[in-house]
């Protein structure tokens, strides 16, 4: 089955710097990639996502790119801001089939002032 | 907006007793998932449902948990009997279609925190 690595699992960055998070997959059936963003006692939210046909999507601030090929997928924040400091989750399932969605261990992201 | 309704919030439950956490997905969404989650880990999926099918319950340990959805809507997610390392989040959440389809978003509810003790 599909197994999504994640890291780092903590990352401290300084306001205004990028943060930068990988994941790699191991099911190259694998073509939807998305990313949740998980602030503290609150539920995981739907923040990006990229689907296998195109490489790279980009949302404001937000980036997320994939390489087929070498089976991974980045998240990019851009200018980062204090209220991006969570819990980022990558995940990996087909748009096809029985669609099962499995998640990475997560990284903790610490936005410093 | 419409939400994946869970409850309880918090259960507090003594090891070797029965619990059960209940999940109401949003309306006309026809993939359901339990997810648990352990403080500091990404969610591991225990259950899907297409409808009111299972289509992986893989990682479900099917000697103490269950879960049904038997009219394709709502879904209950039982522990029997619970144990101490059961304590964590479980997470329930929908998405609109499983198969061929492309919106393929899954929404969370707020989760139910489980502590056995």
């Known amino acids: 089955g599909e197994n999504v690595e994640q890291h780092p699992s903590t990352l401290s960055v300084q306001e205004g710097d990028s943060a930068v998070i990988k994941c790699t997959y191991s099911d190259s059936a694998s073509n939807y990639f998305p990313w949740y963003k998980q602030e503290l006692g609150k539920r995981p939210q739907l923040i990006i996502d990229i689907r296998s046909n195109v490489g790279e999507k980009k949302d404001q601030r937000i980036a997320v790119t994939l390489n087929k090929t070498a089976k991974h997928f980045s998240l990019h924040i851009t200018e980062t801001q204090p209220e991006d400091s969570a819990v980022y989750f990558c995940?990996?399932?087909?748009?096809?089939?029985?669609?099962?969605?499995?998640f990475g261990q997560g990284t903790r992201l610490t936005i410093n002032p | 907006e419409a939400e994946v309704a869970q409850s309880p919030r918090y259960k507090i439950t003594e090891k070797s007793q029965a619990v059960a956490f209940w999940c109401d997905p949003i309306s006309g969404h026809a993939t359901l998932y339990w997810y648990r989650q352990i403080l500091g880990q990404g969610p591991e999926l225990l259950v899907q449902f297409q409808d009111e099918s299972v289509v992986d319950d893989s990682q479900l340990p099917k000697d103490r948990f269950s879960a049904e959805r038997l009219k394709g809507v709502d879904s209950t997610l039982k522990i029997q009997p619970a144990e101490l390392g059961d304590s964590a989040m479980y997470l329930c959440?929908?998405?609109?279609?499983?198969?061929?389809?492309?919106?393929?978003?899954?929404?969370f509810g707020q989760g139910t925190r489980l502590t056995v003790v």
């Open positions: 995940a990996a399932s087909r748009i096809q089939g029985a669609q099962k969605l499995v």
């Open positions: 959440a929908s998405s609109p279609l499983g198969t061929g389809f492309m919106n393929t978003e899954a929404f």
